[in-house]
């Protein structure tokens, strides 16, 4: 049997990002056959903060060889 496709999927918001998530999960549940990591990534709400969340997503992408889903 093959493995399943793996991809990141990363939750982005100035806030708690459950909203995002919230539509976001219903969305990925149409894809059976891919496994998703998930990634909350909240209360980007400094530059600083929005630096290093695009560093651990260029990480993602790098590692998986995919670039990731963003969800804000």
């Known amino acids: ?3 399943p496709m793996k991809r990141s999927v990363f939750f982005l918001s100035d806030r ?3 909203t995002a ?3 976001a999960h219903s969305l990925l549940t149409q894809f059976e056959d891919v496994e998703f990591k998930q ?3 909240p209360f ?3 530059v600083e903060k929005a630096e290093a969340a695009v ?3 260029n990480q993602a992408a790098e590692d998986d060889g995919a670039p990731p889903l963003l969800f804000r």
Do not use: P
């Open 21 to 23: 998530e919230t539509l």
């Open 44 to 46: 980007l709400d400094n």
């Open 1 to 3: 049997m093959e493995s």
């Open 39 to 41: 990634h909350n990534l």
């Open 16 to 18: 708690t990002g459950i």
């Open 55 to 57: 560093e651990t997503i």
